[in-house]
């Protein structure tokens, strides 16, 4: 049965040398109707990401060397069970993911475990092309399969999940980002999570410099296709969605 509308949520922004942007973005997810908690995890800045991120109202969880914003989202993951959150959702510090859309993707949570913020699905302007758009093609018609709803943008970083949703990511979710997040996924529909997308419209980036380069993402994206060939063979999860102690909280 899933779960009814989350009552506590933590928006978790990974952030690596954002200092630009990261204190504006707090702001604006601050200032929704929510409320919302925001946790920045500061993924080894050597800029003032941090400080900028607590003056402008933000928890910051510090971790002594870049881990990536696969290892970024895992640590706070795990800090939303620690905490008792309901719900938690990942808006990147940079301003591509629209703060306004924070409470559409969650209301995806009411029929989901997992929500995602898709930007291919008839809304914005965001468009990709090459190999990278083949593969995210066919991760998506894949993934949707498993999932047997359509899917998208499954390698979409707009995502919500309720506590379901936490206890797969936080056992499942790897330090590698964009590629192996399609095992995390994979593993979690197999292991009977439900999930959902709900349309959204990125925007420019507002400032700072990309963690990944387009060639780099290019490249993340080719391995994801052998990630999901990998994570086809793999068994559903045995860790039953209520017990988070199990997942090492």
């Known amino acids: ?6 009552l506590r949520v ?13 204190g504006t ?11 919302y908690d925001v946790l920045v995890v500061n993924d ?3 800029d003032a990401t941090a400080k900028v991120a607590r003056d402008a109202g933000a928890t910051v969880l510090d ?3 870049n881990l990536g914003v696969g290892g970024a989202m895992r640590a706070g ?4 069970v620690r905490n008792g959150y309901d719900a938690a959702i990942q808006v990147d510090a940079d301003g591509q993911h629209n703060p306004s859309d924070i409470a559409l993707v969650l209301e995806g949570l009411q ?4 929500s995602i913020g898709a930007r291919f699905a008839n809304r914005g302007d965001y468009k990709v092309s090459g190999p990278r758009k083949w593969a995210m093609v066919f991760l998506a018609k894949v993934i949707s399969g498993l999932a047997r709803t359509r899917l998208t943008d499954v390698t979409s970083g707009f995502k919500a999940v309720n506590r379901r949703g936490l206890a797969q990511f936080i056992d499942h979710y790897p330090a590698e980002y964009l590629g192996d997040t399609i095992d995390s996924l994979v593993v979690a529909i197999k292991s009977g999570c439900v999930v959902t997308q709900i349309p959204v419209e990125m925007r420019p980036r507002q400032g700072g410099t990309p963690s990944h380069h387009p060639v780099k993402a290019a490249i993340y994206l080719g391995r994801s296709v052998f990630a999901l060939l990998f994570a086809l063979t793999r068994k559903r999860s045995s860790l039953p969605a209520s017990d988070l102690t199990a997942a090492g909280v």
């Open 44 to 46: 080894g800045s050597t």
């Open 25 to 35: 973005t707090v702001r604006e997810v601050l200032a929704q109707p929510g409320p």
């Open 63 to 65: 971790l002594p060397y």
């Open 1 to 6: 049965m899933l779960q009814s509308p989350p």
């Open 10 to 22: 933590l928006v978790i922004m990974p952030a690596w040398n954002e200092s630009e942007t990261v």
């Open 111 to 114: 029929r989901a475990d997992i």
């Open 77 to 80: 993951f795990k800090y939303a």
